[in-house]
Structures are given as C-alpha cells and as structure tokens.
C-alpha cells in the first residue's frame, strides 16, 4: 500500500510517473531494452534528453540567452563549481547566511574565493531571511549567492533579492517548479533533482551564456559549465535513468497544468497545513510568518517527548516521514509538487486526534 511519504529527499514522486516507468521498465517504446541499457549517445536517449530540456525551458520560460545543463554532483558539487566558474582567484563573493545548507555554500565556496556573508540569520536561530532591500550588495562582488528556500528549517524568500549589476545565484532545489519564477532576474539557478524533479542523481544547472568561459583552469571538467554545455551535458556518461524519470515529471507537470497549477495547489496545501498549526495551541511553526516556506514544514508540539510518539503513530497511519531533521529535532512534513492535497489533509486530521489524545 502507498503511504503518504513526507520525506525531503529523496522526496515523494508522482504515482502516474513510477507507474509509466514501470511499464517501459524492461522494454522502452519497443526498442526492446531499459533505458537503464541504452548507450547515452544512441537516438533513443538523446531523443529523451533533448525533450527533458525543451520541456524545462518551457515550463520556466527560459530565455534564449541561458543554458541548461543536467549534470551530477547534486546541489553540494555546485557549491564548488559556482566559485570555481565565476571567480578568478583574489576575487571575492557575497553570500546570504539563511541556514543549514546556506552555512554548507559558504564553507565550500571559502576554500576557492574569499566570501562576504552580507546577512546572518543564525542570530533569529534562522528563522527569518533578510528584509527586502536592505542587502548592499558590493560592486565589485563575482556574485551573490542565496538559497531559495532553506530544507531543514523550513525557511524561504518571499523576493528575489536585487543584486543590481551583480550576477544572482540561487539554489532552488526544494522549491524548482513549484511556482512561477523569473530566471532572467538570475545568473545562474541550480536545483538538485531529488525534490520536486524526480529521483536523487541529477541537478539541473540553468546559466546565463555570457556567464561561460570563465572557468578557473583547474576546474575539473565535469564541474565546468562550459565543457559540459559543449558536450550536452553527456562529456562523461550521465545517470541515464535519473535523466529520464526527470523527463518523465515534466511531462506530468506539463499535463497537470505547468508551473500555475502546480502554484495554486502548493498555496492550498501550505495554507491547509499552516493554518492547523496557527489554529492550534498544542503544534507551534518556529519560522517567522512572512519567511515560511512553501515546500518544507517544521513544527513543534509542546513536549519535545511527543516527536517520537508522534512520528510512530503517524507512519502506522500510513503518513511517513515527518521526523524532523537530525539538527534541529522536531517534525517536518515536505509538501513537494507530488505530494496530493488528500495528503495533507489526511495529516491535519491526524494531527487534530494526536493534539486531542496528548493536550
């Protein structure tokens, strides 16, 4: 029986794509082989790679002037070849501190450029991103970096930040098509797969072109951008299934309506969720109301004695996933695009008879 999986990543999958996948498991539009079995240069994949990039630079609006990249490494390999293709040694970046794996950014990055954290949060405990306008972004910065949307505290840009002349680099990988989003406020936006995109061994990289050719030498090649947009993103052999699962949830993106709906529904499901939360005076959201996010939703219940009881309750109600992070404890429900509406409300219905049982 399918659970209602809540997990942040790898994260919960649309039953209509693990189905189709299944069915072209063994033998993929009569060629007679997996795509797990295809040679990545042969017509059949290369036919399912370029529709995975059409479909991406459809559903974002990607403007003809960027390109995007399916490459391996996940999010965290970006961390290093962000500096490693935008910078020359001596210059410096500016970073915006928000948490967990905006701590992670900067300390990668601090080993091949010398980083300017323009806002902190760890004094909120970071529950809060900086107000608009108020970052001053130095002229003289290669970029600036931020993460859209902060996985383990549950912490996200309402704006995009105005880095004015400077190139803005984001990591999206919790929130990559769950909204509309302009990509050409960015110079480079990175997503790892394993959240809204489809199963961990990807990360799609969407650079603007007047941002290639300016790789350190010592770049490695399969972290420089320009080698591999030369290549296809194919210089070395890709993860071929993970490419084509994420071909396959663009397509169910695409047929559920594209980045709008996908918005409309996410919207329902985190004002559902919060909403519980806010309502309640057992189940507390230590994040800042204009910074929650969308994707990721913490929450705390009165007795941190509870959060086991809690979790083990909820996965016998066949509502799996909802530990909190290792980090910071608590329960966390992810609400990616798959996740239904009928999840979410089947969690604020067990949420109500464990508040009753334990208030």
């Keep these: ?26 033998d993929w539009h009569g060629s007679g082989m997996s795509v797990m079995e295809m040679s990545h240069r042969g017509k059949e994949f290369v036919g399912i790679a370029e529709q995975a990039e059409a479909r991406m630079r459809s559903l974002l609006s990607v403007p003809d002037d960027y390109e995007v990249l399916f490459l391996q490494g996940g999010a965290t390999g970006q961390f290093a070849a962000i500096p490693l293709n935008l910078t020359a040694p001596g210059d410096s970046a500016a970073y915006v501190n928000t948490g967990a794996w905006s701590t ?19 004094q909120s405990n970071y529950s809060s991103v900086p107000e608009e306008g108020s970052l001053h972004v130095p002229s003289d910065a290669a970029y ?23 190139p803005l680099v984001t990591d999206a990988s919790s929130t990559i098509l769950s909204r509309p989003i302009d990509v050409s406020r960015f110079g480079v936006i990175y997503a790892g797969a394993q959240k809204n995109l489809g199963p961990a061994g990807l ?17 490695s090649t399969v972290l420089d951008w320009t080698a591999m947009a030369a290549s296809g993103s ?39 969720l919060y909403g519980a939360i806010d309502d309640s005076d057992f189940y507390s959201n230590p994040v800042q109301p204009r910074a929650r996010s969308w994707m990721n939703v913490p ?17 016998a109600a066949g509502l799996s996933g909802l530990s909190g992070h290792r980090s910071v404890g608590g329960m966390r429900a992810s609400i990616y695009n798959a996740m239904p509406l009928e999840g979410v409300t089947a969690l604020v219905a067990f949420m109500t008879d464990f508040e009753k049982q334990n208030g």
């Design 1 to 26: 029986m399918r659970v209602y999986n809540f997990s942040a990543g790898p994260a919960t999958m649309p039953l209509e794509v693990l189905e189709r996948a299944q069915s072209e498991l063994t």
């Design 104 to 122: 992670k950014a900067i300390a990668e990055a601090a080993r091949f450029v010398r980083t300017q954290v323009l806002a902190d949060e760890s």
């Design 144 to 166: 600036l970096h931020y993460t859209l949307n902060e996985t383990i505290g549950g912490v996200e840009f309402p704006y995009i930040p105005d880095s004015g002349a400077v």
């Design 203 to 219: 990360v799609v990289v969407i650079v603007r072109k007047d941002l290639l050719g300016r790789a350190r030498p010592e770049t």
């Design 234 to 272: 194919m210089l070395n052999t890709p993860p071929t299934l993970s490419w084509y699962l994420v071909a396959l949830v663009l397509e169910w993106i695409e047929q559920q309506g594209g980045v709008s709906e996908m918005a409309r529904r996410n919207r329902a499901k985190a004002d559902l």
């Design 299 to 315: 929450f705390l219940v009165p007795d941190p004695a509870l959060e086991k009881e809690f979790v083990t309750q909820a996965a």
